[in-house]
């Protein structure tokens, strides 16, 4: 999860054998027929080796710390095997030294300061976890957890408890004083400026879904007359309903809209406005979306993305199908994840387990991992502390956040 778009190196086509294996079995999967020898081989300038093949020696005479040079394949099939192979160089005389363990490298690339620093900061960056509290969303309502905020001063009250437990963002959906969802900007701004007046560190994230039955204009407008620092994209229509997960009964029936033109003007409209895009994926059609539109060129790096699992109309928390999501994501993007109900600590702990972020919340779940009613998001924040804890990630402040994902404070 390294962003290298500025710490490109040049290599040389040398290097050393630092391990090596002899594959002595036929597959019809591998490059070559048994015997050959696979090695881990360094290049010169490279601080990783990595697999490939050597050929030219016999697999006996094969020796860790040996000097090798890469042989180029005749056409390109870009692919690895641009590389058709390594081998040795044949004027090296002394691969290894004569004590064990003390193997003869070559003079590594004279690193500058401020190189040196950028490397031990993004290190350290990519320990970092973010945890982002979805304090209410457009559906849950106090008679389902007295913790949901409806008025400005509860969300900011929440806000400044779930920054306290551990969280940098939080997402808000603003409610009416009789919690129904608004998209009326004077309240949303109100809203926003609460949390910012009590908590100025944390990063506020506004959705631009706001609640059903909204026009694109009406969602888009509020994001433009606010300006968060973050706001929901959303990338594909679908149902989005509400059904009992045991009889399969229908309770609300909806189809929540976000065309491609959608896509494209809110998040041109978002870029525009210096609101960074958090760009909602519920299936690998949604990002599909993305990638097909992000080809004009608009959308700011790094990318941002929040996997959702869970809803009904979207797909359930499977690790195979949030491993294609992140495998599918572009060069460099950040991704968090959020689950419906019980999906949401497991949806947590596997985007912690493979260098992601974490979102929680009653918009999410009004409960903690053992059933009791959540006392607020902020119990939330404090459960996914204690797994970024467990897991040996390091919790991310607010402006460590801002840095990861490439916003500029307000």
Known sequence: ???????????????????????????????????????MIKLDGADTPFAHILEGIEPDSVKIGMRVEAVFAKQTTNTILDIDHFQPIRDTKVYVKERAGDVAKPEAPVKTKNQMEKEEKR????????????????ATM????????????????????????????????????????THEHARIKETHDAIKDMTPELIV????AVGMGKTPE??????????PEMASLNTNTMNFSIVDRKSGKIFIDFVFENTFTMLQDFGKAMEENGVKPEIEIYDMGGLDNVLIIMKQGFFSAPMNFNFVWGVAG????????????????????????????????????????????????????????NGEMAKGSWEQVEWAVRIAEVLGREIATPDEAREIMGLKKR
């Open 123 to 138: 290190k350290a960056m990519s320990r970092k976890v973010i945890i982002t509290a979805a304090l209410a969303g457009a």
């Open 1 to 39: 999860m390294t962003d290298l778009r500025d710490a490109w190196v040049d290599l040389k086509n040398t290097g050393e054998v630092v391990n090596f294996t002899v594959v002595r079995y036929n597959d019809r999967h591998l490059p070559r027929k048994a015997p050959f020898v696979l090695a």
């Open 218 to 227: 009406q969602r888009i407008s509020q994001i433009i007359h606010v300006k």
């Open 314 to 369: 979207g797909q359930s928390f499977r690790p195979e199908s949030f491993i294609a999501l992140k495998n599918a994501l572009p060069a460099g993007s950040n991704f968090t994840t959020c689950g419906v109900g019980i999906e949401q600590f497991q949806a947590i702990t596997m985007s912690t387990l493979v260098g992601g972020h974490m979102r929680v919340g009653l918009e999410d779940n009004i409960r903690i991992p």
């Open 142 to 181: 106090k008679n389902q957890n007295p913790a949901v905020p409806y008025t400005p001063k509860e969300f900011a009250e929440e806000a400044a408890r779930c920054y306290k437990a551990g969280a940098a963002m939080v997402h808000v959906h603003s409610r009416e004083e009789n919690g129904m969802p």
């Open 205 to 208: 994230n506004l959705s631009s």
